[in-house]
């Protein structure tokens, strides 16, 4: 009789701890630093796709952000459809003090085995805040 419980509770409490979302244990802290969005008001966030010149998806390719001034890199890496999102940097970048300016940041992709062929900027080249679509086309190293 209690064997069974006791067998329901475990199983109750690894279906909890493995549906749970992936918060990554880190000792560091940065989690805690990421700028927090507020929902349907972003001021800088960028997402897109990041596929092969055959347009197959790459999954675990690293997204970087990388701002100038101030100093703060972001990274991401893309889901299993090849599909990313950053964390809204120009949040962080106002909450620093700092003026958002486009021209600062800069986005990268790297992917085992593949080099970057292209970049496609979606968005109006006069867009300066919101959401900005990049996609990436990777080839694969000769």
Do not use: H
Request: contains cysteine; negative net charge.
């Amino acid at each position: 009789m209690y064997g069974k419980k006791l067998c329901l509770w475990l199983c109750g409490l690894a279906y909890l701890a493995l549906s749970a979302p992936d918060m990554g244990a880190r000792a560091d802290g940065d989690a805690f630093f990421e700028p927090q969005e507020i929902p349907g008001n972003p001021i800088y966030v960028m997402f897109g796709s990041v596929k092969d010149e055959r347009g197959n998806y790459l999954s675990s390719a690293k997204v970087t952000v990388n701002v100038a001034e101030p100093v703060l890199i972001y990274d991401t890496t893309t889901n299993i459809l090849g599909r990313f999102r950053t964390v809204d940097v120009g949040r962080a970048i106002i909450e620093l003090g700092y003026d958002l300016d486009p021209a600062q940041i800069d986005v990268s992709v790297s992917a085992a085995g593949y080099v970057l062929e292209r970049r496609f900027k979606r968005n109006s080249l006069r867009q300066t805040q919101g959401i900005i679509e990049i996609d990436f086309v990777m080839a694969r190293e000769k």
